[in-house]
C-alpha cells in the first residue's frame, strides 16, 4: 500500500459524515455496529501502514546521518592527509609528500560523495516528514471518529431499547382499551343490581302475602263477633261494649 493511497483512504475515513449514513441506513444500528468493525478494522491496517512508513522514515534519516558523519571524517583525513603533505614537502620529501596529497584528494572524493547523497536524501526525508504527520492526523481523526462511532451506536441501542419498552407499553394500554375491562365490570354490576332487585321484589312479595293473612285473619274475627251480637239479640240481650281484659 503506497503512501498516497494509505492517506487517501485514512481522509475518507476520517471525513465520514456519520449522520449522513445514518439517514441513508435501513438499519441504523446495524451500520453503526458495521461502521464500528470497519474502522476498527482499517485503523488496525492504517496503523501497520503507518508504522512502516514511520520506520522507512527513520532509516532515511539513519542513513543521512551516517553520510553526514562520514561527509566529517572524510573531511577530517583529506585535511590530516594534506597537513602531512605539507610537512614532508618542507623537509624536502617531495614523493611521500605526493601520496599524502593524493589520499588526501581519495578523502575528499569520498567527502563529497557523501555529501551528495546526504543533500539526496534531504528532499525525501522532508516529503516522507510531512506525508508522516499528515497520516498521524489522521489516525488520530479516525480514532475520534470511531470513539464517535462507538458512543452513537451505545446511544442508538439504548434509545432503541427505551422505544422498544415504551411501545410495549403502549400496546398493553392499546389492548386494555381494546378489552375495556370496565365495561365487564358494569355488566357484571348490573347483573347483581339485578338479582338484589330480584330479592327485593321477593322480599315485598313475601311482605305482601303475610299483610294479606293477617288482613283474613281480622276479618274473621270480625265475623265471629257479629254473629255473636246478632246471637245475643235475638236471646233478648244487649250488646255493651265493655273495657279491660
Known amino acids: 500500500m503506497s503512501k498516497q493511497s494509505i492517506l487517501g483512504r485514512i481522509t475518507q475515513l476520517a471525513k465520514a459524515n456519520i449522520n449522513a449514513l445514518l439517514d441513508q441506513a435501513e438499519d441504523p444500528q446495524l451500520m453503526l455496529d458495521q461502521m464500528v468493525r470497519d474502522y476498527t478494522n482499517s485503523i488496525a491496517e492504517a496503523e501497520s501502514a ?24 572524510w573531511g577530517r583525513k583529506a585535511l590530516a592527509a594534506s597537513g602531512k603533505a605539507d610537512e614532508l614537502r618542507a623537509a624536502g620529501n617531495a614523493v611521500d609528500a605526493d601520496k599524502f596529497d593524493n589520499l588526501a584528494k581519495i578523502a ?19 516529503s516522507q516528514t510531512q506525508v508522516v504527520e499528515q497520516l498521524k492526523k489522521g489516525l488520530d481523526a479516525m480514532r475520534g471518529k470511531l470513539s464517535e462511532l462507538t458512543a452513537k451506536r451505545d446511544e442508538l441501542t439504548a434509545r432503541s431499547k427505551t422505544a422498544a419498552a415504551q411501545q410495549q407499553v403502549h400496546d398493553a394500554l392499546k389492548s386494555i382499551d381494546l378489552l375495556d375491562p370496565t365495561s365487564e365490570i ?35 274475627g270480625r265475623e265471629g263477633e257479629v254473629e255473636a251480637r246478632l246471637a245475643a239479640l235475638k236471646a233478648g240481650g244487649t250488646t255493651a261494649i265493655t273495657s279491660g281484659s
Open 108 to 126: 575528499l572524493v569520498r567527502q563529497l560523495s557523501s555529501e551528495n547523497e546526504a543533500k539526496a536524501a534531504q528532499p525525501t526525508i522532508a
Open 50 to 73: 503507518v508504522a512502516q512508513t514511520i520506520g522507512n522514515l527513520r532509516l532515511t534519516e539513519q542513513d543521512y546521518r551516517e553520510d553526514v558523519d562520514a561527509a566529517n571524517d
Open 186 to 220: 358494569s355488566r357484571f354490576e348490573d347483573k347483581i343490581r339485578r338479582e338484589e332487585a330480584k330479592v327485593l321484589g321477593q322480599q315485598e312479595l313475601q311482605a305482601s302475602s303475610l299483610d294479606a293473612q293477617f288482613e283474613g285473619l281480622e276479618d274473621l
